[in-house]
């Protein structure tokens, strides 16, 4: 029942965010659960930073990009597909911060690089309170929208950063990579 409830919201939002129909965001959310169903995925582990992250199993590491953000601590995509990537970031929290201070803090970077279409929302990450900011850059007729979700843990953040050129695509993808998302020893 959960499960179903949850599922028709999402149905309801992608309604509403894409112009679709109830029925066509019904068949479409249901054929892309289909597909992420059937993905293969790799967990990768990164003890040094205390976490652990599931992506699917054509994606690849790449090194951390330290001029984007000293907190970064790894870079993961699809070598045969650009439109879509994941960034990890792990730094240290202040005292009483919350999920939701962090979200804040990080969208007054994001709004100096570009970004706009700002939304702070409640959320999961890895069965953890979460805060999700989601954000967009637009340039030349072209979208790069950004889905982050922020987790504060024995004063440590760790930022789950997912950006994508076909964000519709890959709402049920990014779903599911923070539902697996694991802070070690926790």
């Known amino acids: 029942m959960t499960a179903n409830k949850h599922f028709k919201r999402r149905v309801r ?10 029925t066509a965001a019904l068949r479409n959310l249901r054929r892309i659960d289909a597909e992420e169903r059937q993905m293969e995925w790799q967990r990768i582990e990164k003890a040094e930073y205390g976490y652990a992250v599931h992506v699917p199993d054509d994606w ?3 090194p951390p990009n330290l001029k984007n953000s000293p907190w970064e601590t790894a870079r993961f995509g699809q070598p045969s597909d650009r439109r879509h990537s994941m960034i990890v970031f792990r730094g240290p929290g202040r005292p ?7 979200a804040e803090l990080v969208q007054g970077t994001l ?23 989601d954000c967009a850059r637009h340039d030349a007729g072209r979208v790069w929208a950004v889905r982050e ?15 994508s050129s076909v964000p ?19």
């Open 13 to 22: 939002e992608r309604a509403r965010r894409t112009g679709e129909s109830y």
């Open 60 to 62: 690849d590491e790449r």
């Open 96 to 102: 009483g911060m919350t999920p939701a201070d962090v």
């Open 111 to 133: 709004l100096a690089a570009g970004y706009a279409d700002f939304v702070i929302s409640d959320a999961d990450l890895g069965g953890r309170r979460a805060a999700r900011l």
């Open 149 to 163: 979700y922020f987790v504060v843990d024995d004063g440590v953040r760790f930022c789950l950063g997912l950006g």
């Open 168 to 186: 519709d695509e890959d709402d049920a993808l990014f779903t599911a990579m923070a539902e697996r998302f694991e802070i070690l020893g926790a």
